[in-house]
Protein backbone atom coordinates (compact mmCIF):
# COMPACT_ATOMS: atom_id res chain seq x y z
CA UNK A 1 0.00 0.00 0.00
CA UNK A 2 1.30 3.41 -0.88
CA UNK A 3 1.67 6.32 1.39
CA UNK A 4 -0.76 7.96 -0.24
CA UNK A 5 -3.64 5.62 0.33
CA UNK A 6 -2.06 4.64 4.43
CA UNK A 7 -3.25 8.61 4.93
CA UNK A 8 -6.65 8.14 2.77
CA UNK A 9 -7.72 4.37 4.89
CA UNK A 10 -6.46 6.34 8.03
CA UNK A 11 -9.09 9.22 7.33
CA UNK A 12 -11.83 7.07 6.28
CA UNK A 13 -11.52 4.70 9.20
CA UNK A 14 -11.63 7.67 11.65
CA UNK A 15 -14.45 9.37 10.11
CA UNK A 16 -16.02 5.43 10.33
CA UNK A 17 -15.53 5.11 14.05
CA UNK A 18 -16.23 8.55 15.11
CA UNK A 19 -19.81 8.45 13.17
CA UNK A 20 -18.52 11.28 11.49
CA UNK A 21 -20.05 10.28 7.66
CA UNK A 22 -23.24 10.06 6.15
CA UNK A 23 -25.04 8.40 3.35
CA UNK A 24 -23.99 7.26 0.81
CA UNK A 25 -22.31 4.17 2.73
CA UNK A 26 -19.06 2.51 3.42
CA UNK A 27 -17.22 5.62 3.23
CA UNK A 28 -14.09 4.21 1.82
CA UNK A 29 -13.05 4.35 -1.74
CA UNK A 30 -15.54 7.50 -2.07
CA UNK A 31 -14.90 11.63 -1.47
CA UNK A 32 -16.93 11.12 1.97
CA UNK A 33 -19.74 13.22 2.85
CA UNK A 34 -19.50 14.21 6.22
CA UNK A 35 -21.27 16.20 9.44
CA UNK A 36 -21.28 19.05 8.78
CA UNK A 37 -20.94 19.88 5.66
CA UNK A 38 -23.97 22.12 5.65
CA UNK A 39 -21.85 24.51 7.81
CA UNK A 40 -18.95 24.29 5.95
CA UNK A 41 -21.19 25.59 2.92
CA UNK A 42 -22.29 28.57 4.68
CA UNK A 43 -18.83 29.37 5.90
CA UNK A 44 -18.14 29.53 2.04
CA UNK A 45 -20.64 31.28 1.42
CA UNK A 46 -19.20 34.35 3.84
CA UNK A 47 -15.79 34.74 2.18
CA UNK A 48 -15.41 37.33 -0.29
CA UNK A 49 -13.60 34.85 -3.35
CA UNK A 50 -16.85 32.92 -3.35
CA UNK A 51 -19.11 36.09 -3.22
CA UNK A 52 -16.92 38.04 -6.19
CA UNK A 53 -17.02 34.59 -8.02
CA UNK A 54 -19.44 34.64 -11.49
CA UNK A 55 -18.65 31.26 -11.88
CA UNK A 56 -18.11 28.46 -9.39
CA UNK A 57 -16.69 24.83 -10.46
CA UNK A 58 -17.92 22.21 -7.99
CA UNK A 59 -16.95 18.36 -8.02
CA UNK A 60 -20.21 16.32 -8.35
CA UNK A 61 -19.61 14.64 -4.89
CA UNK A 62 -22.58 14.33 -2.06
CA UNK A 63 -20.99 16.87 1.08
CA UNK A 64 -20.72 19.39 -1.72
CA UNK A 65 -24.27 19.08 -2.69
CA UNK A 66 -24.92 22.00 -0.39
CA UNK A 67 -22.58 24.48 -1.74
CA UNK A 68 -23.28 23.57 -4.98
CA UNK A 69 -27.19 24.35 -4.37
CA UNK A 70 -26.44 28.04 -2.81
CA UNK A 71 -23.95 28.60 -5.77
CA UNK A 72 -27.36 28.73 -8.08
CA UNK A 73 -29.47 30.50 -5.05
CA UNK A 74 -27.11 32.90 -5.22
CA UNK A 75 -27.00 33.82 -9.24
CA UNK A 76 -23.96 32.04 -10.10
CA UNK A 77 -23.18 29.75 -13.16
CA UNK A 78 -21.89 26.08 -11.48
CA UNK A 79 -20.20 23.90 -14.04
CA UNK A 80 -20.03 20.48 -12.49
CA UNK A 81 -17.52 17.70 -14.20
CA UNK A 82 -19.00 14.60 -15.64
CA UNK A 83 -19.14 11.48 -13.59
CA UNK A 84 -15.28 10.14 -14.58
CA UNK A 85 -15.03 13.22 -16.91
CA UNK A 86 -16.89 11.24 -19.89
CA UNK A 87 -18.27 13.98 -21.15
CA UNK A 88 -16.34 17.07 -19.69
CA UNK A 89 -18.72 19.68 -17.69
CA UNK A 90 -22.25 20.19 -17.00
CA UNK A 91 -22.88 24.39 -17.13
CA UNK A 92 -26.26 24.97 -15.01
CA UNK A 93 -27.43 28.91 -15.99
CA UNK A 94 -29.15 29.88 -12.58
CA UNK A 95 -31.69 31.87 -15.28
CA UNK A 96 -32.93 28.24 -16.38
CA UNK A 97 -33.51 27.20 -12.19
CA UNK A 98 -36.94 27.81 -10.98
CA UNK A 99 -36.55 29.03 -8.06
CA UNK A 100 -37.19 26.04 -4.99
CA UNK A 101 -35.81 23.51 -7.47
CA UNK A 102 -31.92 24.66 -6.91
CA UNK A 103 -31.10 21.57 -4.63
CA UNK A 104 -33.31 19.77 -7.54
CA UNK A 105 -30.81 21.26 -10.13
CA UNK A 106 -27.02 20.76 -8.52
CA UNK A 107 -27.73 16.55 -8.12
CA UNK A 108 -26.08 14.57 -10.48
CA UNK A 109 -28.96 12.63 -11.02
CA UNK A 110 -30.73 16.15 -12.30
CA UNK A 111 -28.19 18.39 -13.63
CA UNK A 112 -28.42 17.59 -16.62
CA UNK A 113 -32.04 18.59 -16.92
CA UNK A 114 -31.17 22.00 -15.91
CA UNK A 115 -28.07 22.10 -17.63
CA UNK A 116 -26.01 21.01 -20.45
CA UNK A 117 -23.12 19.34 -21.36
CA UNK A 118 -20.52 22.08 -23.03
CA UNK A 119 -17.37 21.48 -25.43
CA UNK A 120 -14.08 22.54 -23.74
CA UNK A 121 -14.14 25.58 -26.08
CA UNK A 122 -17.68 26.28 -24.48
CA UNK A 123 -16.37 26.27 -21.06
CA UNK A 124 -16.50 29.91 -19.79
CA UNK A 125 -13.71 31.09 -17.40
CA UNK A 126 -13.73 29.67 -13.95
CA UNK A 127 -13.85 32.46 -10.85
CA UNK A 128 -13.67 29.63 -8.35
CA UNK A 129 -13.07 26.14 -7.60
CA UNK A 130 -14.69 23.29 -5.28
CA UNK A 131 -12.97 20.11 -4.44
CA UNK A 132 -13.59 16.90 -2.00
CA UNK A 133 -11.02 15.55 -0.11
CA UNK A 134 -10.25 12.71 1.30
CA UNK A 135 -7.14 13.98 3.82
CA UNK A 136 -6.08 17.75 3.40
CA UNK A 137 -2.49 19.04 5.00
CA UNK A 138 -2.52 22.61 6.32
CA UNK A 139 0.07 23.19 4.15
CA UNK A 140 -2.49 22.69 0.91
CA UNK A 141 -1.45 19.32 0.00
CA UNK A 142 -4.59 17.28 -1.02
CA UNK A 143 -5.60 14.07 -1.47
CA UNK A 144 -8.86 12.87 -3.15
CA UNK A 145 -9.98 9.36 -3.30
CA UNK A 146 -7.30 8.25 -5.75
CA UNK A 147 -8.50 8.52 -9.34
CA UNK A 148 -7.01 11.88 -10.01
CA UNK A 149 -9.94 14.12 -11.68
CA UNK A 150 -9.67 17.28 -9.69
CA UNK A 151 -6.14 17.41 -10.60
CA UNK A 152 -7.02 16.91 -14.04
CA UNK A 153 -10.18 19.02 -14.12
CA UNK A 154 -7.63 21.68 -12.70
CA UNK A 155 -4.96 20.83 -16.05
CA UNK A 156 -7.74 20.53 -18.36
CA UNK A 157 -8.68 24.78 -17.89
CA UNK A 158 -5.15 25.71 -17.51
CA UNK A 159 -4.51 24.29 -21.30
CA UNK A 160 -7.62 25.97 -22.02
CA UNK A 161 -6.16 29.73 -21.26
CA UNK A 162 -7.81 30.00 -17.98
CA UNK A 163 -6.04 32.33 -15.42
CA UNK A 164 -4.79 30.58 -11.97
CA UNK A 165 -7.82 29.91 -10.08
CA UNK A 166 -8.10 29.94 -5.97
CA UNK A 167 -9.13 26.26 -5.21
CA UNK A 168 -11.08 25.63 -1.99
CA UNK A 169 -11.75 22.30 0.07
CA UNK A 170 -14.65 21.72 2.54
CA UNK A 171 -14.00 18.56 4.88
CA UNK A 172 -14.87 18.02 8.51
CA UNK A 173 -12.07 19.01 10.68
CA UNK A 174 -10.41 15.14 10.87
CA UNK A 175 -9.91 14.92 7.45
CA UNK A 176 -7.19 17.82 8.44
CA UNK A 177 -4.01 15.63 8.83
CA UNK A 178 -0.22 16.05 9.97
CA UNK A 179 0.82 13.22 8.31
CA UNK A 180 3.94 13.95 5.22
CA UNK A 181 1.74 13.88 2.40
CA UNK A 182 3.38 13.23 -0.88
CA UNK A 183 2.84 15.17 -3.68
CA UNK A 184 3.53 14.95 -7.37
CA UNK A 185 3.99 17.30 -10.25
CA UNK A 186 0.37 17.17 -11.13
CA UNK A 187 -1.23 16.75 -7.82
CA UNK A 188 -3.23 19.93 -7.28
CA UNK A 189 -2.93 21.58 -3.93
CA UNK A 190 -5.55 23.75 -2.12
CA UNK A 191 -5.37 27.64 -1.51
CA UNK A 192 -7.83 27.41 1.31
CA UNK A 193 -9.11 24.80 3.92
CA UNK A 194 -13.19 25.02 5.01
CA UNK A 195 -14.11 22.41 8.04
CA UNK A 196 -17.26 22.93 10.25
CA UNK A 197 -15.95 25.16 12.05
CA UNK A 198 -13.13 27.29 10.22
CA UNK A 199 -11.33 28.76 7.68
CA UNK A 200 -7.77 27.95 7.08
CA UNK A 201 -5.76 30.19 4.42
CA UNK A 202 -3.03 27.31 3.49
CA UNK A 203 -0.15 30.10 1.77
CA UNK A 204 0.34 26.68 0.16
CA UNK A 205 4.14 26.65 -1.20
CA UNK A 206 3.75 24.04 -3.80
CA UNK A 207 2.84 25.47 -7.37
CA UNK A 208 -0.36 24.09 -9.03
CA UNK A 209 -0.37 22.50 -12.26
CA UNK A 210 -0.29 24.93 -15.70
CA UNK A 211 -1.19 22.52 -17.98
CA UNK A 212 -1.57 18.55 -18.32
CA UNK A 213 1.70 16.77 -18.33
CA UNK A 214 1.00 14.73 -21.23
CA UNK A 215 4.11 12.06 -20.72
CA UNK A 216 1.72 10.65 -17.18
CA UNK A 217 -1.61 9.78 -18.90
CA UNK A 218 -1.99 6.65 -19.63
CA UNK A 219 -3.26 4.97 -23.91
CA UNK A 220 -5.99 3.87 -21.70
CA UNK A 221 -6.98 6.89 -20.43
CA UNK A 222 -7.87 8.30 -23.75
CA UNK A 223 -10.42 6.05 -24.27
CA UNK A 224 -11.89 6.38 -20.63
CA UNK A 225 -11.73 10.51 -20.93
CA UNK A 226 -12.57 11.51 -24.07
CA UNK A 227 -11.80 14.68 -23.24
CA UNK A 228 -8.62 13.99 -23.07
CA UNK A 229 -8.67 13.65 -27.41
CA UNK A 230 -10.46 16.97 -27.65
CA UNK A 231 -7.94 19.13 -25.64
CA UNK A 232 -5.04 17.42 -27.63
CA UNK A 233 -6.67 18.21 -30.66
CA UNK A 234 -7.42 21.73 -29.37
CA UNK A 235 -3.55 22.54 -28.24
CA UNK A 236 -2.06 21.21 -31.30
CA UNK A 237 -4.54 23.05 -33.66
CA UNK A 238 -3.13 26.26 -31.68
CA UNK A 239 0.44 25.01 -32.67
CA UNK A 240 2.50 26.92 -35.41
CA UNK A 241 2.40 24.71 -38.43
Known amino acids: MSRKDEIRDKVWTTLTEQK??????????????????????????????????????????????????????????LLIPTPRLKDGFVMIDPKNVPVGEERKAASIKHMNSYGKVVSLLEVPTIDLIVVGSVAIHKDGRRLGKGEGYADREYAIIRELGNPQVPVITTINSVQLVDDDIPIDPFDLTVDWIVTEDEIIETRSPYEKPTGILWEHVRDEEFEEMPVLKEIKEIVNSKRPS
Open 20 to 77: LGRFPFPLYKRIPNFKGAERASKLVESMDIYQDAKVVKVNPDAPQLPLRTQVLKDGKV
